[in-house]
């Protein structure tokens, strides 16, 4: 089969992991008899850098010409002090937006390998751990009204949350469809003793829940689920969220997993096109030194296989060989521990490549 991927680097790590994921996908079809085609484009800072704007038409333009899009990260402190709407994360919003992608999908899957990399005690983690965090993801306080504007006590700054029924409907269908196919158990996240939106959300996913008489429901605050996540949190199956809850949720449970440089994510509408991407940030710091961990950026093309080309025999194959690697005992920076073997960012690659 042939495939068109649009390629964003972006800034710091994100050209040095998205080289590796790329020529993963290359083996892959070489493997498996398909060829990609890779269109690299612009975003964050680097477009900022070359085009004096975060997200360029140009770029999503080709997006959407696309079958998928693979982005490794964007932003850093050479930034940080334009305003809001010229950062460049501001490109992450405008591509979900653009691109009609509502639904974020971050699986926080232990290896075993890793064990010991969890922060949490070992009668806590069990024998692993594998957590769906569906974020609802282009609704919501980020994308809510916002401004300043001045009260009598001084310049006052305010963010809007605001959720309609058929936002909270289809994130929750992904969430009961995904739950189908793992372990049938969902626990919605809100806050709905205080906010109304939380009320509207609850009672809409009650609603969809009808559908799914196999899966197991339940309602949580974000507060105490917070807190469930590192007390117990082999409870979870499926996560399903809003957009803020399911930012900080995510990153939560990906600590517990033992690195955030392990875990990729998929961004999800109604059609095939997705956004796959590692939660990470982009880590100036270690850019260009072939340091960065490009596993979680690997797994994001995995998961492109599975949900936008509908690949899934490609996609575990990538996801074995992560683990095959892992398991002889191959360590980037991020994730090593005594008596482990230390590889760089290219030598990680062409572990996973070989494994392959």
Known sequence: MNFNIATIPGDGIGPDIIEQAVLVLNKIGEKFGHTFNYTEVLAGGAAIDAKGEPLPQETIDI???????????????KWDNLPGDKRPEKALLGLRGELGLF?????????KALKDACPLK?????????????????GGIYFG???RRDSINGEEAYDTECYSVKEVERIAKIAFDSAMKRNKKVTSVDKANILESSRLWRSVVEKVAKDYPEVELNHMYVDNAAMQLVRNPKQFDVIVTSNMFGDILSDEASMITGSIGMLPSASLGEGTLGMYEPIHGSAPDIAGQNKANPIATILSAAMMLRYSFNLEKEASCIEDAVTKVLEENYRTGDIMSEGMKLVGTKE?????INAL
């Open 63 to 77: 997006c959407k010409k696309s079958d998928s899009v693979l982005l490794g990260a964007v932003g850093g402190p």
């Open 103 to 111: 639904a974020n999908l971050r699986p926080a899957t232990l290896h």
């Open 122 to 138: 070992p009668e806590i983690i069990g024998d692993g751990l594998d957590i769906l965090v569906v974020r609802e993801l282009t």
């Open 145 to 147: 009204e916002r401004g």
């Open 348 to 352: 990680m690659g062409e572990l996973i």
